[in-house]
């Protein structure tokens, strides 16, 4: 089992930036590709970016593209979002995920592991 912590959540002013954490634990040796997904009220759970085990590898969401970046960490277990250029649009629950597999995936049933959410407002 792997578990997911989410942190970094807020209220953000359109144009501005902002980074979210989530820190892995548990059985997290297991060379884990991770993600990260969000929901808006009333909306599905859509895939944002996603990168492989070694970093090399990552994908984005074309609504996110050149302007957020997903990172690993793997000695501290941690993967991180970067955020920039905020938009109202962007406004939504944000999950963090890692799959059993150390390349990525854009589908919600390719993910293992799911965290609890942290919140991202932004304000126009």
């Known amino acids: 089992q792997v578990q997911l912590v989410e942190s970094g ?3 953000v002013q359109a144009g501005g930036s902002h980074r979210l954490s989530c ?3 548990g059985r997290t040796n297991n060379r884990n590709a991770m993600g ?3 929901q808006a009220p009333g909306k599905e759970r859509e895939f944002v970016a ?5 970093g090399l590898n990552k994908d984005y969401a074309d609504s996110v593209k050149g ?3 997903i990172s690993r960490d793997n000695a501290k277990n941690t ?18 995920a890692a799959r059993r597999d150390s390349v990525v995936a854009r589908t919600r049933s390719g993910y ?3 965290g609890q959410g942290t919140q991202v ?3 126009s």
């Open 112 to 114: 293992d592991y799911w």
């Open 50 to 54: 996603a990168i492989s085990w070694s």
């Open 79 to 96: 993967v991180y979002l970067q955020m920039n250029n905020l938009k109202p649009e962007d406004t939504a629950v944000y999950y963090c």
């Open 36 to 38: 990260w997904f969000r």
């Open 67 to 69: 302007r957020f970046t």
């Open 9 to 11: 959540g807020g209220l």
């Open 23 to 25: 820190a892995a634990s």
């Open 121 to 123: 407002t932004v304000s």
